[in-house]
């Protein structure tokens, strides 16, 4: 079985920063693209910033320039860096992963539970 967790959410206040990691961890045998979600309240989940198996990266208009996504191969691992924070910034953040487990035989995603960032004064 294969999950993924995320941690490092909190409160933060404006211009300040936050990481964000996110694990997968299980009976995992590939990973290709990780990427990170963000959904604030009574708005649609959207796409903030996405990391390719290779470490390719692409980023959200809203974000380009003040989060660095990276990942750690070895360790399944994920993070985002966020700078220069914004109160607009202020959502749950979700983790995705595209996951051959050793008990498929095809890719799927997988999402974490979310981790919560709030940007305020």
């Known amino acids: 079985q294969v999950q993924l967790v995320e941690s490092g959410g909190g409160l933060v206040q404006p211009g300040g920063s936050l990481r964000l990691s996110c694990a997968a961890s299980g009976s995992i045998f590939s990973i290709t693209a990780m990427s990170w979600y963000r959904q604030a309240p009574g708005k649609q989940r959207e796409l903030a910033a996405v990391?390719?198996?290779?470490?390719?990266?692409n980023y959200a208009a809203s974000v380009k320039g003040r989060f660095i996504l990276s990942r750690d191969n070895a360790k399944n691992t994920t993070y985002l860096q966020m700078n220069s924070l914004k109160p607009e910034d202020t959502a749950v953040y979700y983790c995705?992963?595209?996951?051959?487990?050793?008990?498929?035989?095809?890719?799927?995603?997988?999402w974490g539970q979310g981790t919560q960032v709030t940007v305020s004064s």
């Open positions: 995705k992963a595209i996951i051959l487990s050793q008990d498929e035989v095809a890719f799927r995603d997988y």
């Open positions: 990391i390719t198996g290779p470490g390719s990266t």
